[in-house]
């Protein structure tokens, strides 16, 4: 089966499972990262999904470098049918089922208030999910993303999710005990997670970083507690999202962790959850990145795959973009 996809495509393979491919990190040729979807799963959080892959496909699950992580790994072999989420989008505009009037409206908002076109984006979506938008390019998200924001302030469409609608935080892969009052202020200033009239949505940006399985490799130094200053947050709204960060203080974990330079997010609880400026408590597992493609060694904080955590110590939030 051929066909490059990314985050974002949904997978059918041989048993005529379901699988939703993860991140901008696969080996397009042979292999995709993906994760299960509409399988019967109590609670769709990346855990669980973890968990019922190596239940029931535990033949599927490799060491993945890039993440230091094991993941499932599809075989392009394995692979019957690829959906892609662009064609689904233009035919939930063209036609829409019954369930989809909605995800449509806010598929034509964004497109018109964004200024973009009908391919820029995709819709990953069905009637026991919540709408997941996709859209690919840094320029194509800065414009959806501000659009979005607008949305928010000149309609009374879309409204921030809260304590009392986040119904289970460990859905946005947030597995720590967070006062709601934190969750509030933290949900206050994101927009890609959201309540567009009665529907949840997801909005996940990509940038245009590309990488094959053997380009990137992390890796570990074990879990560390540090406080950062954010330098930078213009990546914040990308999925995985991305602070450039200066470490101040470590309280706990490898003295390496002074060189971070960079807190990456694989989880949507701790997207565009801190701004330029700001200092964050930040728990996650140390590592160090050899990007054999732009020829560079970093360390980085990676945080969204178990119990970490990325939270602003003001409480006040500054808007990402003015």
Not at 64 to 75: D, E, F, G, M, T
Request: net charge positive; proline share 3%.
């Amino acid at each position: 089966m051929q066909g490059y996809v990314h985050e974002g495509y949904v997978l059918k393979i041989f048993d005529e499972s379901l699988w939703l491919a993860k991140w901008n990190i696969h080996d397009n040729t042979k292999n995709v990262i993906a994760l299960p979807w509409k399988h019967r799963i109590r609670n769709q959080c990346f855990v669980e999904k973890i968990n019922y892959a190596k239940s029931k496909y535990p033949y599927l699950m490799k060491v993945v470098k890039p993440y230091n992580r094991i993941l499932p790994v599809i075989s392009r072999n394995h692979i019957r049918k690829i959906f892609d989420p662009y064609e689904e989008a233009k035919r939930i505009l063209r036609n829409p089922k019954s369930y989809e009037r909605t995800v449509r409206d806010l598929v034509m908002l964004i497109i018109s208030e964004a200024g973009i076109d009908v391919d820029d984006i995709g819709v990953v979506h069905d009637s026991a999910h919540e709408p997941i938008i996709i859209s690919r390019g840094k320029s194509l998200a800065y414009k959806i993303y501000n659009a979005v924001r607008r949305l928010f302030f000149t309609t009374n469409l879309f409204y921030h999710l809260k304590p009392e609608t986040l119904f289970d935080v460990e859905k946005h892969d947030i597995y720590v005990k967070i006062s709601n009052k934190v969750l509030k202020s933290l949900y206050s200033r994101k927009y890609l997670n959201g309540m567009f009239g009665t529907i949840f949505y997801t909005i996940r940006l990509l940038d245009d970083s590309l990488y094959n399985i053997s380009d990137i490799e992390v890796r570990s130094f074990g879990r560390v507690t540090l406080i950062a200053k954010i330098l930078d947050d213009k990546n914040s709204i990308f999925y995985p999202s991305k602070y450039s960060v200066e470490v101040t203080s470590i309280a706990e974990g490898s003295f390496r962790a002074k060189f971070v330079s960079e807190i990456v997010a694989f989880n949507e609880g701790f997207r565009e959850a801190a701004w330029e400026g700001s200092e964050v408590l930040v728990q996650g597992v140390l590592e160090k990145v050899i990007d054999k493609v732009n020829d560079r060694e970093y360390y980085r904080v990676s945080v969204g795959f178990s119990k970490d955590l990325i939270l602003p110590l003001q409480r006040q939030h500054i808007p990402l973009y003015a």
